[in-house]
């Protein structure tokens, strides 16, 4: 359904630190990373796409993220769902729903949400039952 999600980010080093291993925990793997364009890109293991890209925007103006706007990946199981929420908070994140059941989406719905050290809100999520 889609080529690829892009973030806009303020610090190249600070956004590395933070996703790389996110993206590992996700089983994401990492497609590029250039210092000289501004972006790192990660993709499935399996390859291909989407693509997920956090990039410095290219008017050069600052990153804004909006009201409403989320990425939201899939995770494994629930045990990934909770490392990842914990390697957030960890790493400079702000807390927007700890990990858990969302039975109002569907009953299987277990989720994690968090701010990235941007502001850009993210999702990991798991569909699976127990």
């Not at 925990?25 to 956090?54: A, C, K, M, T, Y």
Request: charged share 20%.
């Amino acid at each position: 359904m889609f080529s690829h999600v892009t973030l806009g980010i303020a610090d190249l080093t600070r956004a590395r630190a933070f996703y790389t291993p996110l993206m590992e925990l996700l089983g994401l793997r990492l497609r590029f990373d250039s210092d000289e364009e501004g972006w790192i890109g990660w993709q499935p293991n399996e390859g291909g796409r989407p693509l997920f890209i956090v990039t410095r925007p290219f008017d050069g103006r600052a990153p804004a993220h909006s009201n409403g706007a989320m990425v939201a990946f899939m995770a494994a199981d629930r045990a990934a769902v909770d490392a990842a929420h914990r390697h957030a908070l960890a790493h400079g994140s702000t807390d927007e729903g700890a990990p858990g059941l969302r039975p109002h989406y569907h009953p299987d719905y277990y989720a994690a949400y968090f701010r990235d050290p941007d502001g850009n809100k993210l999702c990991v999520v798991c569909h699976a039952p127990v």
